[in-house]
Structure formats: C-alpha cells, structure tokens
C-alpha cells in the first residue's frame, strides 16, 4: 500500500503508534471521543455525570477500564498506599482494634472497594500477618472492583499474601446486613460521576455536556431530574451565586447502599472532600472539579478523554446524612492527619517503628500527613452495633 500523508491507516506501524501517543496526551482516546461525540449529535447535550461514566468507565476505553493504566509513580496520580505501606499498617492497626472492640470474632470480614492495584490489601495482609496473626486468622477479604482489569491486577497483588480474598463486581452481591467487620474504601467516591450545576439569579441551573464549534463544551439547560436540587436543600447549604458546584448523586447512593450492606461494625470512607458548608462558598466558585495527568492537574476535562483521571471533592454532610438513615451513627470526621497520628504513625515518623523492611523515602512517609499532601484526606468513621 502506498503512504497518504493524510491517512494514518496508510502509515507505517511505528508512525501510527506515535500519532496514538500524542492524542492520548492530548485530546484523548479518539475511539471514546468519536462514541461522545455520536451519542450527542444522536441524543442532545449529555448530563456530565453521563460523560464521567463514559470517560472513566466505558467498558472498553475508559480512563479505568483500560489493561494500560498506569497506577502510582509511573501514572497519573498517588494514593496514600501507593505513596509508603505504613499508610495499610496503620489501617490494619485500626482494624485489630475494631475486631479487638467486637469481641475477637473467629471472622471478620473486610471489604474493600476501588482496590486500585491492590496495594492497600496487600499491606493490611502482610502486616496483619506479622503483627496480629490472630486477626490474620479470622480475616475474610472482599474487594468490590468495577474494572476487570484492575480485578486481574488485585488477584496479582495477593496471589501471594491473602490467604481468604475473593472479588465482587458490585455492592449489589453483597447481601444487606451480612458484613461483620469493616466496609472502607480510599479515593473511591471522589472519582465517581457526578452533574454540574451553576447557581444563577434564576436558581440552580445543570451545566451539560454539548458541542460547539466541533468541540465539547459546558452547556446550560434546566436540571435533568429533582434529586439534584434536593441533594442541597438535604444537606442545607445552597451554591452562592454564580458558583460552579458537582452533585455526587452516585457517590451517595453508592455510600448509602455501602451502609446497608454492614451488619455490625464500621464503614471507613477515606477522600478528598469537605462538609457542606465548607463545600459551596465564595471561595469555591468554579467547584473543585480536578483532572490528572502523570502528577499534574488540570480543571479540563474536555481534554484526554479515557486518559486523565476526572474527580471531585466529597460531600462528607451528605455521607453522614445517608449513613445515619440508614442506620449507622457517626463516630468521627477527621482529617487524615488526625487519623493516622490516632493510629500511631508517629512511630514510624521517630524511627521506632520500621515495617515494613527496606528502605522508604522519609518524605513518603511525611506526605501521608502532610496538610499540603494527602493528610488533608477527610476519614469518615460511621459505626452499627459496637
Ligand atoms: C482512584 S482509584 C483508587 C484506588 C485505590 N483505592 C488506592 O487508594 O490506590 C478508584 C478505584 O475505584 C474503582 N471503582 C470505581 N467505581 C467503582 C464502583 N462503583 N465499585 C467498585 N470500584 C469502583 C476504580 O476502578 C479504581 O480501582
């Protein structure tokens, strides 16, 4: 076949992976782009937490669906068990004193949900057998993952070190009441979809998904369902005008269903986020919708469809609220630098403690209770039955 310089199919191999490589960086997967962009031109403008889903979590292209993401130093962002294990020994700390509280069952069940690469278990596994064989013994691991690939890469991880470990794709499986133990997620809810509203002098208008001049673009329009206006008269702070906010309906039911699902014992939410009042002020007029892309940040997520991370900051008020109706009573809303010294990380910040063998760059350790870094996490702790 002959080379046209104006079609890529006629393109040598090597070419053809470069090009890829420069809309990956730039405007993002074009299988995922091409799939928006026909389903707007077929149905009318999308609501935005319509295109998160299919941005992160198409089933083919999306951002965490795909075999090639990239978790931790080599990818887009760091998690705090990414970041230095002494943040899934602490959490293992904080689950023998739950199990300790409820009496030492012979099972304790742990579910967790959005495992990423499975870093988090493997460290809460390896340290419980180390530390606390006993609660090693009575553990049951569940891990609740969207993403068959990171499923595989989770089996991977703890192939080796989890003893009882099983997977789930969905809450759904799980049925309600039958966990006896602890319900946690990190960085799980702040990377589920969720709509976009402005508040106008008219009231709160939705902020759409459209297209202009070729290009996704913000579209107002009336809100697409009454659930967005509630979620703020609920938990009682309204967007001040002109003000950007996101709405995560998802994150909410996600978390209500979560709390239904515990029988007896903790459901342990560890993200970025505020109250509500802290949420929607003056000081937050553009929301806090964040993009990431190999340790940067960017507020566009009409760029790298399928290749950067889109998240938004959590409402914890309507955390609490959900949980509480379901059932369970708030223990504590900390940030996660109050937490982990709570746990003892002080430990390892004076040299008493050293687990896990090797060496580990003191700055890791610094940057899980950093008030600039990931100590500036909130950890919700709502409890049923202790
Ligand atoms: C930002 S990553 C956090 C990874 C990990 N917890 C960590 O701290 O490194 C979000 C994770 O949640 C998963 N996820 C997204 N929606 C989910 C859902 N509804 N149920 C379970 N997992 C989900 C993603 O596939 C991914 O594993």
Redesign the pocket.
């Known amino acids: 076949m002959s080379i046209n310089p104006n079609d890529p199919n006629t393109w040598p191999e090597a070419a053809r992976a470069l090009l890829r490589r420069r809309e990956y960086a730039t405007t993002g997967r074009p299988e995922l782009i091409a799939l928006i962009r026909e389903r707007i031109e077929a149905q009318g403008p999308l609501s935005f937490a319509e295109f998160m889903r299919l941005a ?2 198409h089933p083919e292209h999306g951002y ?1 669906t795909t075999p090639d993401l990239r ?1 931790g130093r080599e990818g887009d ?1 760091l ?4 970041t230095h294990p002494a943040f899934g020994a602490l959490v293992c700390r904080f689950l023998a004193r739950l199990w300790s509280r409820m009496g030492a069952p012979a099972r304790f069940t742990v579910v ?6 499975g ?2 278990a493997a460290q809460i596994w390896r340290y419980a057998a180390e530390r606390h064989p006993d609660l090693a013994a009575a553990l049951e691991y569940l891990l ?4 068959p690939s ?1 499923r595989a890469r989770q089996q991977r991880a703890l192939e080796a070190v989890a003893a009882n470990a099983r997977w789930l794709e ?2 759904e499986e799980i049925p309600p009441g039958s966990v006896e133990g602890c319900l946690l ?4 809810l ?3 979809p969720v709509h976009r509203v402005q508040m106008t002098a008219r009231g709160l208008q939705e902020l759409y998904v459209g297209l202009g001049d070729g290009e996704f673009c913000d579209l107002p329009g009336p809100l697409s369902m009454p659930e967005i206006e509630q979620f703020f008269v609920q938990v009682g702070v309204m967007p001040p005008e002109g003000a950007i906010a996101e709405v995560g309906l998802e994150g909410v039911a ?1 978390y209500r269903q979560a709390a239904l699902c515990l029988g007896r014992g903790v459901l342990l939410t560890i993200d970025y986020g505020y109250p509500a009042a802290e949420l929607y002020t003056p000081e937050r007029p553009r929301g806090t919708l964040l993009c990431y892309y190999r340790h940067t940040t960017n507020e566009d997520p009409y760029r790298r469809i399928g290749t950067q ?1 889109i998240t938004a900051h959590v409402d914890f008020t309507a955390l609490e609220r959900a949980g509480e109706e379901a059932g369970l009573q708030t223990r504590a809303l900390q940030t996660q630098r109050e937490w982990l010294h709570s746990l003892g990380i002080e430990e390892w910040l004076d040299g008493r403690e050293r687990w896990p063998a090797g060496e580990w760059p003191r700055r890791d350790l610094i940057a899980l209770v950093h008030p600039g870094a990931l100590g500036r996490l909130r950890v919700l702790e709502q409890a049923k039955r202790l």
């Open positions: 992160l979590y965490y978790f962002f998690t705090a068990p990414e967790e949900a959005g495992a990423g690469t870093a988090l609740v993952e969207t993403s990171l969905s809450l997620s990190n960085e799980l702040d990377a589920l996600w991370d």
